[in-house]
């Protein structure tokens, strides 16, 4: 089979086209034929040092494709089974980036019917990281769908990034009123086309003021990716016993907390990482984001407000780059 793996940390250039022998999947293991698999930025981050702990590791946490062959004890899923993947590379040295994968088939997902590879793909990293920000409230829901949020809130900071996306369209599906920031007219666009009810340009306005004119209350979950710039504007708009769910470290790895102006309003953040979230949240994600996917509420596609970018398997270093470079829309890997 072709992989592209690396065998040391460092800029795109690591990055290698070779020929593996085809894994076999052991007890409890699925083999996944890739047909698609998603870029995130973890994986050039992943690439560039962040974390290694293999000789050898074919990245891509994200996938989409056919079931190939499974292992012993696996019941549950069968040869021709179209598939998602979530976690494929972590803790494993072959991830998405292969003609074919093993995976632990708790991480291997039915793709619904009617859903493409390319939606498939992006759903992974995401979506559930969306979906643990919408959950984690006090006195929310630990499950989202029809209803879940009605009469809350949401506010998205960077509707048009990947999680941003997710974050809105599956809050609109579940009954939230869904605000989002964004830095210029091409990503308020994409915030629209995705769902979002509310688009404030903080670059343009004052991001504070329009918030509250919209939810004079506050908002109920702040869902965010750059809280080293975003935080005063969080602690301003959201409400008594609100949540700010953070997800990434955009714009500065540190930020301060005026503590009265915090715990006046018995704020609760809520730090959040894919990669060590309970297995039972990220099952419970994966139910929701499949109910979400089989009724047509989480859609990708510039319609939906999420471009797709497609490169062949043998430029996904160009891949790595594109996200790197803050590519607006999904990036994907064509394999199969």
Request: net charge negative.
């Given at each position: 089979m072709r992989a592209v793996v690396y065998t040391e940390t460092g800029p795109s250039s690591v990055l290698q086209l070779v020929e593996r022998p085809v894994p076999e999947p052991g007890p409890g293991e699925v083999r996944v034929r890739v047909v698609r698999a998603g870029v995130n930025p973890t994986d050039w981050k992943f690439r560039a040092g962040t974390s290694q702990g293999f000789d050898e590791v074919a990245p891509g946490q994200d996938g989409a494709g056919v079931v190939d062959a499974v292992g012993e004890g696996v019941d549950d899923l069968a040869v021709g089974d179209r598939v998602w993947l979530v976690l494929?590379?972590?803790?494993?040295?072959?991830?998405?980036?292969?003609?074919?994968?093993?995976?632990?088939?708790?991480?291997?997902?039915?793709?619904?019917?009617?859903?493409?590879?390319?939606?498939?793909?992006?759903?992974?990293?995401?979506?559930?990281?969306?979906?643990?920000?919408?959950?984690?409230?006090?006195?929310?829901?630990?499950?989202?769908?029809?209803?879940?949020?009605?009469?809350?809130?949401?506010?998205?900071?960077?509707?048009?990034?990947?999680v941003g996306n997710a974050a809105i369209q599956l809050a609109r599906w579940s009954g939230a009123t869904v605000v989002t920031t964004v830095s210029s007219d091409e990503k308020a666009a994409l915030a629209t086309a995705a769902g979002a009810h509310h688009v404030v340009n903080y670059r343009t306005g004052d991001a504070r003021r329009e918030i509250?004119?919209?939810?004079?209350?506050?908002?109920?979950?702040?869902?965010?990716?750059?809280?080293?710039?975003?935080?005063?504007?969080?602690?301003?708009?959201?409400?008594?016993?609100?949540?700010?769910?953070?997800?990434?470290?955009?714009?500065?790895?540190?930020?301060?907390?005026?503590?009265?102006?915090?715990?006046?309003?018995?704020?609760?953040?809520?730090f959040l990482l894919l990669y060590t979230l309970d297995a039972a949240l990220v099952r419970a994600a994966a139910e929701d984001i499949n109910a979400a996917v089989a009724s047509g509420a989480l859609r990708v596609g510039a319609e939906a407000g999420v471009p797709l970018h497609h490169f062949p398997l043998e430029e996904t270093a160009a891949a790595h780059d594109a996200v790197e470079a803050g590519t607006v829309g999904k990036v994907l890997v064509d394999i199969g």
């Open positions: 494929a590379q972590y803790g494993r040295a072959y991830g998405a980036s292969a003609e074919l994968t093993v995976q632990p088939a708790e991480l291997v997902v039915p793709l619904p019917d009617g859903a493409d590879f390319d939606l498939g793909a992006s759903l992974g990293v995401p979506a559930v990281t969306a979906h643990r920000a919408l959950t984690a409230s006090q006195d929310g829901p630990t499950r989202l769908g029809p209803g879940t949020l009605d009469g809350t809130v949401v506010l998205v900071a960077g509707g048009a990034g990947a509250l004119e919209i939810a004079p209350d506050g908002v109920d979950i702040a869902v965010e990716v750059a809280p080293a710039e975003n935080n005063p504007l969080d602690v301003a708009v959201v409400r008594n016993h609100g949540t700010i769910s953070i997800y990434a470290n955009n714009g500065g790895e540190t930020f301060e907390i005026d503590v009265r102006a915090t715990f006046s309003r018995n704020l609760r953040y809520q």
